[in-house]
């Protein structure tokens, strides 16, 4: 089969399209026939080895970590899905694969893809779903009745985090571009900013929790926002000691991200708050229930109308690493 895989670790890295076997399921494990896979801003951390320190690989490493497919063979021990089940799954991070003809996945990883789209918009969904999921759900703890700001919501996180956060009984404001304004009343937003017309920091009431989208460049204005003792969790400004005791990081590891981090906690202990940073899992469980949502919700991501196939890979990153996408961007097959 054809796989498109990174031979070492570079900040220019470029990946080779090239011929290895077709895998065979473990007893755990569905095999996939990828119909479509997404490019994600991940794949760039992961090829410079920005994220070594969380995931270090041994090379060659096919990459992808995102896709939509059809399963073609099942293990001996998999009782949750069947040759033929239409799927999508964001892979786990200690076995990516998703720029191949075909990947075996564990299935507690998968879940059926919503009947509401097809293969190219469900390929959108299971990474950008399962950071918002998780976000509200495990980092933020967020309890129905409190209020979440997303600055720069009006993208493609907001598009599942908006509807993720109403079905949790969270209050939601947003800021965004002008044209994001009327889609983000449609799904029940409270409050939308215009950022070039208002500064939300100078109006917004005190939120319990903001999720950052932007980044550093950001950070004072959200701080200022959050109620003594609120949480903000960044999806941008990178890893830190809460982060590294979480995922029970090595003492090395825990130190190099304490220190990393060391200004982003004083920052957010001097406002009173806490600082969290979130690297998505894998979970088909959480994504069985974010498919329930995207059906219910009719919620269709939006895609970048350019077309790409495998061996058009590095042009794919390319345009999401310095692009300008006006979705999220697919690799068909």
Same mark, same amino acid.
């Given at each position: 089969?054809?796989?498109?895989?990174?031979?070492?670790?570079?900040?220019?890295?470029?990946?080779?399209?090239?011929?290895?076997?077709?895998?065979?399921?473990?007893?755990?494990?569905?095999?996939?026939?990828?119909?479509? %896979? +997404?490019?994600?801003?991940?794949?760039?951390? #992961?090829?410079? *080895? !920005?994220?070594?320190?969380? /995931?270090?690989?041994?090379?060659?490493?096919?990459?992808?970590?995102?896709?939509?497919?059809?399963?073609?063979?099942?293990?001996?021990?998999?009782?949750?899905?069947?040759?033929?089940?239409?799927?999508?799954?964001?892979?786990?991070?200690?076995?990516?694969?998703?720029?191949?003809?075909?990947?075996?996945?564990?299935?507690?990883?998968?879940?059926?893809?919503?009947?509401?789209?097809?293969?190219?918009?469900?390929?959108?969904?299971?990474?950008?779903?399962?950071?918002?999921?998780?976000?509200?759900?495990?980092?933020? %703890? +967020?309890?129905?009745?409190?209020?979440?700001? #997303?600055?720069? *919501? !009006?993208?493609?996180?907001? /598009?599942?985090?908006?509807?993720?956060?109403?079905?949790?009984?969270?209050?939601?404001?947003?800021?965004?571009?002008?044209?994001?304004?009327?889609?983000?009343?449609?799904?029940?937003?409270?409050?939308?900013?215009?950022?070039?017309?208002?500064?939300?920091?100078?109006?917004?009431?005190?939120?319990?929790?903001?999720?950052?989208?932007?980044?550093?460049?950001?950070?004072?204005?959200?701080?200022?926002?959050?109620?003594?003792?609120?949480?903000?969790?960044?999806?941008?400004?990178?890893?830190?000691?809460?982060?590294?005791?979480?995922?029970?990081?090595?003492?090395?590891?825990?130190?190099?991200? !304490?220190?990393?981090?060391? /200004?982003?906690?004083?920052?957010?202990?001097?406002?009173?708050?806490?600082?969290?940073?979130?690297?998505?899992?894998?979970?088909?469980?959480?994504?069985?229930?974010?498919?329930?949502?995207?059906?219910?919700?009719?919620?269709?991501?939006?895609?970048?109308?350019?077309?790409?196939?495998?061996?058009?890979?590095?042009?794919?990153?390319?345009?999401?690493?310095?692009?300008?996408?006006?979705?999220?961007?697919?690799?068909?097959?």
């Amino acid at each position: 089969m054809k796989a498109a895989q990174l031979t070492k670790y570079e900040s220019d890295f470029k990946l080779v399209v090239r011929d290895i076997p077709t895998p065979t399921p473990s007893e755990n494990e569905v095999l996939v026939q990828v119909k479509v %896979a +997404a490019v994600n801003p991940i794949e760039h951390l #992961i090829g410079s *080895g !920005s994220v070594k320190l969380i /995931q270090n690989y041994d090379m060659p490493l096919t990459m992808g970590n995102e896709l939509s497919g059809i399963v073609t063979a099942v293990g001996s021990a998999v009782s949750r899905f069947k040759v033929g089940d239409a799927v999508y799954s964001r892979l786990p991070l200690t076995k990516i694969g998703a720029f191949a003809e075909f990947v075996a996945i564990d299935e507690q990883a998968v879940a059926l893809k919503p009947k509401t789209l097809d293969f190219e918009h469900s390929a959108a969904v299971p990474l950008t779903g399962l950071t918002a999921y998780q976000g509200f759900t495990e980092e933020l %703890a +967020a309890q129905s009745g409190q209020s979440v700001m #997303i600055p720069g *919501g !009006s993208g493609s996180f907001g /598009q599942l985090a908006i509807p993720i956060a109403k079905e949790l009984g969270l209050k939601v404001m947003v800021s965004g571009n002008a044209r994001g304004r009327e889609n983000a009343a449609t799904m029940g937003v409270s409050q939308y900013f215009d950022y070039k017309q208002e500064n939300y920091w100078e109006s917004l009431a005190p939120v319990d929790y903001v999720i950052d989208t932007i980044g550093k460049p950001e950070l004072s204005h959200e701080l200022s926002v959050l109620k003594s003792g609120g949480r903000l969790l960044s999806l941008r400004m990178g890893p830190n000691r809460r982060f590294a005791k979480q995922h029970q990081l090595s003492f090395l590891k825990t130190t190099l991200f !304490s220190l990393a981090g060391t /200004q982003l906690d004083h920052q957010a202990k001097k406002a009173g708050v806490q600082y969290h940073f979130i690297f998505v899992r894998s979970d088909g469980a959480q994504l069985a229930k974010i498919t329930e949502i995207v059906e219910r919700e009719n919620i269709v991501p939006a895609i970048d109308p350019t077309q790409f196939s495998l061996a058009q890979v590095n042009e794919a990153l390319e345009l999401v690493a310095n692009g300008h996408p006006k979705g999220k961007v697919l690799i068909r097959f």
